[in-house]
Antibody, heavy 126, light 110 residues
């Protein structure tokens, strides 16, 4: 059974870089039609899609975060990572990693997150 | 401001039916499939509906989804107190080349 687990510092100082890793267990990270996604939820707010990566390294980023975000994948260690540079208090959130099914179905794009990690809280504060 | 628009809250009595709407545009809902998620605070979101109206294994048929044009709807029948949660719609936005969510709808079972 596929499981995802986020890990990384729970506290990051303003202007520094937030770094998180998601470890995949129970299934291959190199399976086609799946993407590996980062999503966050700031306190009191809704879910925000950050970006995704395929096992081959194809990335997509939210336009609002694109200039500060990098997502990478390490298939040998079955993990993918998130880096957010120049963080501010607005980056304080629960960060989730997830698996996203991405495929063209009958001419339309099907994208949905079927497996999620439990989430990890990151606070940006000095 | 979310790309997809949902009502902030809905409510209904136990046993009743409720619907949650999700409005978008041609670059997202109009030309791509919609998914729905249930999120209880402190837990991982759960996939309820994918490709507009399909339920993953283990999701009861009390949950249903539909789509028309640039809007989608989640329906929940036979409401239970355990259904109290936040519900989010999601899809791909072709213009943004990114995934997008609605702002979320808080369901209260009175």
């Amino acid at each position: 059974q596929l499981q995802l687990q986020e890990s990384g510092p729970g506290l990051v100082k303003p202007s520094e870089t937030l770094s998180l890793t998601c470890t995949v267990s129970g299934a291959s990270i190199s399976r086609g039609s799946y993407y590996w996604v980062w999503i966050r939820q700031p306190p009191g707010k809704g879910l925000e899609w950050i970006g995704s990566i395929s096992y081959s390294g194809t990335t997509y980023y939210s336009p609002s975060l694109k200039s500060r975000v990098t997502i990478s994948v390490d298939t040998s260690n079955k993990e993918f990572a998130l880096k957010v540079t120049s963080v501010t208090a607005a980056d304080t959130a629960v960060y989730f990693c997830a698996r996203m099914r991405g495929a063209a179905v009958a001419g339309k794009l099907s994208s949905y997150m079927d497996v999620w990690g439990k989430g990890t809280t990151v606070t940006v504060s000095s | 401001q979310s790309v997809l628009t949902q009502p902030p809250s809905v409510s209904a009595a136990p046993g009743q039916k409720v619907t949650v709407s999700c409005s978008g545009s041609n670059s997202n809902i109009g030309n791509n499939y919609v998914s729905w998620y249930q999120h209880l605070p402190g837990t991982a979101p759960k996939l309820l509906i994918y490709e507009n109206d399909k339920r993953p294994s283990g999701i009861p048929d009390r949950f249903s989804g539909s789509k028309s044009g640039t809007s989608a709807t989640l329906g929940i029948t036979g409401l239970q107190t355990g259904d109290e949660a936040d519900y989010y719609c999601g899809t791909w936005d072709t213009s943004l080349s990114a995934g997008v969510f609605g702002g979320g709808t808080k369901l209260t079972v009175l």
